[in-house]
């Protein structure tokens, strides 16, 4: 077996089982793996100097395809009804048959880190046949510095091959791929997917199990902190506006996507930022495009024109394309990924129902319950015959990358919210005037002006009402605001139409939270939307 770069030969690919390949690549450089993902056809190179790469089949992750290993240490900590079981013995022969699939082969290692708090850090050893995804993992996460490779000490590891194809009746899955984790021994298994997004994802999950026992609260959220350090949280799902509005110029960025909160603060398991690609502008998102055109960033599955120029309109081959770049490519970019406890904290939900107000204050047993929600709604598509809305809850704004119970993150949130004071808001950044097709998308200059107001403090002091449906504060107005917004019902034409709407999304809301009613106290139970309206 060759072996290229830097490594720490006792700790190789080697000791865990990977002796029959042909040639590892220990931790190279972007230039090195531009050249081995370009020299082996996996990847090409845009007019702008970014590697470009396609996935075929799989464009986004495979949640139904991913599985825990459930044993003694895993029975009683993991939330079965979310996460798919796959026994010892089945992962047991899933790694065997991966091993020696991978005989012959050429891999690349990278060491890296997840969590840049160095008491909740994991070492992450990511093994993959592909050099591109060997680049991509390099951008996400946290590189340790190089005279410390020699010494470096896996705490997890990630084998990913997608030209695997796992076997449903021999490996107990559900199809050729897979993303087995096996959490008591900190191994990762990948295949028949070549969806970078995976690795990192893995990272999280595993984090997401270890940090909650050492009181540490890990959030699918983006973070920031301004210049009196006053950090703040963005939870939210996919497209309510997570990367957008936390690259704010005037505050120094701490990450996009995942983060921790602990005794020393708030900080990123990332190095990097994976941002979503398609309609990508210049106008709209300065810097994100701006990484974009850099040496290093990986674009995954965008369409390049003629001249090697991305169209990040072009949804072709999807409409999850992505930017993946480390995060000192964005020029306010924190260099230690460190911040102080939070100061505010905001949910956001993209509403195409038309309903929720564009901010509202919460109590803390509301911000439990919003985060248990994990509310936002998809619009319609474009299958015939579909029309409305859709609502979408994944508790805690990441359901697919949670091992243990919501209600063990919600508590722990909750805790350290009472703790140390935090304000919470819920944002809409969906519809107002009208659900998705009939009203318009909230105006993204009055939700970053009540951004502003929220994170100056100066929103504390605004008049409030309390909303008839959802219970929380809203402001009745705010300078800069046009003060009609502020009230959802009185943009609608038809304020019945609006009731009925609402109706049925605080129906959907009750409904959705009845599985974790035996799970939090009684001021949590009484958050729930709708309650005004059947006392009344």
Same mark, same amino acid.
């Given at each position: 077996?060759?072996?290229?770069?830097?490594?720490?030969?006792?700790?190789?690919?080697?000791?865990?089982?990977?002796?029959?390949?042909?040639?590892?690549?220990?931790?190279?450089?972007?230039?090195?793996?531009?050249?081995?993902?370009?020299?082996?056809?996996?990847?090409?190179?845009?007019?702008?100097?970014?590697?470009?790469?396609?996935?075929?089949?799989?464009?986004?992750?495979?949640?139904?395809?991913?599985?825990?290993?459930?044993?003694?240490?895993?029975?009683?900590?993991?939330?079965?009804?979310?996460?798919?079981?796959?026994?010892?013995?089945?992962?047991?022969?899933?790694?065997?048959?991966?091993?020696?699939?991978?005989?012959?082969?050429?891999?690349?290692?990278?060491?890296?880190?997840?969590?840049?708090?160095?008491?909740?850090?994991?070492?992450?050893?990511?093994?993959?046949?592909?050099?591109?995804?060997?680049?991509?993992?390099?951008?996400?996460?946290?590189?340790?510095?190089?005279?410390?490779?020699?010494?470096?000490?896996?705490?997890?590891?990630?084998?990913?091959?997608?030209?695997?194809?796992?076997?449903?009746?021999?490996?107990?899955?559900? &199809?050729?791929?897979?993303?087995?984790?096996?959490?008591?021994?900190?191994?990762?298994?990948?295949?028949?997917? &070549?969806?970078?997004?995976?690795?990192?994802?893995?990272?999280?999950?595993?984090?997401?199990?270890?940090?909650?026992?050492?009181?540490?609260?890990?959030?699918?959220?983006?973070?920031?902190?301004?210049?009196?350090?006053?950090?703040?949280?963005?939870?939210?799902?996919?497209?309510?506006?997570?990367?957008?509005?936390?690259?704010?110029?005037?505050?120094?960025?701490?990450?996009?996507?995942?983060?921790?909160?602990? *005794?020393?603060?708030?900080?990123?398991?990332?190095?990097?930022?994976?941002?979503?690609?398609?309609?990508?502008?210049?106008?709209?998102?300065?810097?994100?495009?701006?990484?974009?055109?850099?040496?290093?960033?990986?674009? *995954?599955?965008?369409?390049?024109?003629?001249?090697?120029?991305?169209?990040?309109?072009?949804?072709?081959?999807?409409?999850?394309?992505?930017?993946?770049?480390?995060?000192?490519?964005?020029?306010?970019?924190?260099?230690?990924?460190?911040?102080?406890?939070?100061?505010?904290?905001?949910?956001?939900?993209?509403?195409?129902?038309?309903?929720?107000?564009?901010?509202?204050?919460?109590?803390?047993?509301?911000?439990?319950?919003?985060?248990? &929600?994990?509310?936002?709604?998809?619009?319609?598509?474009?299958?015939?015959?579909?029309?409305?809305?859709?609502?979408?809850?994944?508790?805690?704004?990441?359901?697919?990358?949670?091992?243990?119970?919501?209600? *063990?993150?919600?508590?722990?949130?909750?805790?350290?919210?009472?703790?140390?004071?935090?304000?919470?808001?819920?944002?809409?950044?969906?519809?107002?005037?009208?659900?998705?097709?009939?009203?318009?998308?909230?105006?993204?200059?009055?939700?970053?002006?009540?951004?502003?107001?929220?994170?100056?403090? &100066?929103?504390?002091?605004?008049?409030?009402?309390?909303?008839?449906?959802?219970?929380?504060?809203?402001?009745?107005?705010?300078?800069?605001?046009?003060?009609?917004?502020?009230?959802?019902?009185?943009?609608?034409?038809?304020?019945?139409?609006?009731?009925?709407?609402?109706?049925?999304?605080?129906?959907?809301?009750?409904?959705?939270?009845?599985?974790? *009613?035996?799970?939090?106290?009684?001021?949590?139970?009484?958050?729930?939307?709708?309650?005004?309206?059947?006392?009344?």
């Amino acid at each position: 077996m060759e072996q290229l770069g830097l490594y720490n030969p006792a700790n190789g690919v080697a000791a865990i089982g990977l002796d029959k390949v042909s040639r590892v690549n220990y931790n190279l450089s972007e230039v090195e793996l531009y050249e081995e993902a370009i020299r082996r056809g996996e990847a090409d190179l845009t007019a702008d100097g970014a590697l470009r790469a396609v996935t075929g089949q799989h464009t986004g992750r495979s949640p139904k395809d991913k599985f825990v290993v459930r044993d003694a240490v895993t029975e009683d900590k993991i939330w079965w009804d979310n996460n798919k079981p796959m026994s010892p013995e089945h992962f047991a022969v899933l790694k065997a048959d991966m091993l020696a699939h991978a005989a012959g082969r050429e891999l690349f290692v990278q060491d890296l880190i997840g969590g840049a708090d160095a008491d909740n850090a994991l070492p992450t050893r990511v093994v993959t046949e592909y050099a591109w995804h060997a680049l991509f993992i390099r951008n996400l996460l946290i590189r340790p510095k190089r005279d410390t490779l020699g010494s470096f000490e896996q705490k997890l590891t990630i084998i990913n091959l997608p030209s695997f194809r796992a076997d449903p009746e021999r490996h107990g899955c559900r &199809s050729e791929t897979v993303i087995a984790c096996d959490l008591a021994n900190g191994l990762v298994l990948i295949g028949g997917t &070549s969806y970078a997004g995976e690795n990192k994802k893995s990272v999280f999950t595993v984090l997401n199990y270890l940090l909650p026992a050492k009181g540490v609260m890990p959030m699918h959220c983006s973070a920031n902190v301004g210049a009196e350090g006053d950090t703040a949280v963005f939870f939210g799902l996919s497209g309510t506006g997570k990367t957008t509005l936390s690259a704010d110029p005037a505050r120094t960025l701490i990450g996009d996507d995942e983060h921790g909160w602990g *005794e020393n603060g708030v900080f990123n398991f990332e190095g990097g930022c994976y941002a979503k690609a398609i309609k990508l502008s210049a106008e709209a998102e300065p810097e994100i495009y701006a990484a974009t055109r850099r040496f290093g960033t990986v674009l *995954e599955n965008v369409v390049l024109d003629e001249n090697r120029v991305p169209n990040f309109d072009d949804n072709s081959l999807t409409e999850n394309t992505r930017s993946a770049y480390p995060l000192h490519f964005i020029p306010n970019a924190s260099e230690t990924g460190l911040a102080p406890h939070p100061k505010t904290i905001i949910m956001l939900t993209a509403d195409a129902f038309g309903v929720m107000p564009p901010i509202a204050r919460l109590t803390p047993e509301q911000a439990m319950y919003h985060f248990l &929600s994990g509310y936002t709604a998809k619009v319609a598509g474009t299958e015939k015959g579909v029309t409305e809305p859709e609502a979408t809850f994944s508790t805690c704004f990441g359901a697919p990358f949670m091992p243990r119970h919501p209600a *063990e993150y919600g508590n722990l949130l909750k805790e350290l919210i009472a703790k140390h004071g935090v304000d919470c808001w819920l944002v809409n950044t969906g519809w107002t005037g009208g659900a998705y097709g009939t009203g318009r998308r909230m105006p993204i200059k009055a939700t970053r002006a009540l951004l502003t107001s929220a994170l100056n403090g &100066s929103l504390k002091n605004a008049e409030f009402r309390t909303d008839a449906n959802f219970g929380f504060a809203v402001p009745v107005s705010v300078d800069g605001v046009e003060t009609a917004i502020l009230d959802p019902r009185s943009t609608w034409a038809d304020s019945l139409a609006y009731d009925n709407q609402a109706a049925k999304l605080v129906s959907m809301f009750i409904k959705n939270f009845e599985k974790f *009613e035996a799970h939090v106290d009684a001021k949590v139970k009484d958050a729930a939307p709708g309650l005004l309206i059947a006392a009344e």
